[in-house]
């Protein structure tokens, strides 16, 4: 039998450590005040998003008279087509990017055009075991060019990109086909 007050011992000891383990919990509990709103997804940046540029319409009738004349322009490529794309040469949205698998290897005939402008850089690249080879093609707008290429078998990707980032939008266009012979 215990001593004078030794069961009370015991007990006032579990309580406290009972007691322990409560507050321990009860303090990782975390507590958020609803008092104040919390910011939404949109309402949470500061500065205001980019608007895109206002198109003229009187530039977009001139671009979408140049795309059809561009579009005769590449129709002349013999062959069926691999690779086939154009975009704006200048102005907002400008350039395009465009990739096709080469399933034949051999020689492909490249057809490129641009129209509202004097000239434009249309990038072909391939992967190859040497790594990657380019070809520039200086388009001269006052006429279609067509040329042969070697591609090997994988993928192939155009590139038309902007010479003078900061020109003025005048709704000139470019345009690339790559067919097979």
Known sequence: MSGPGGTKTVRVAAGLIVGMLLAGGVAACAYEDDGDPRPTAAGQSHRPSPAAPTKDPGVLGVEASNYAELHKRLAVAPGSALLSDAGPADGPGVGFTKAATVTVAGPHTVTAACVGIPHAQIYLS???????????LEVDCSRTQSQVVQLQKGYVSAQLTRPDPTGAWTGAVAGIKVTGQ
């Open 126 to 136: 391939q992967n190859s075991p040497a790594g990657t080879e380019h070809a520039v």
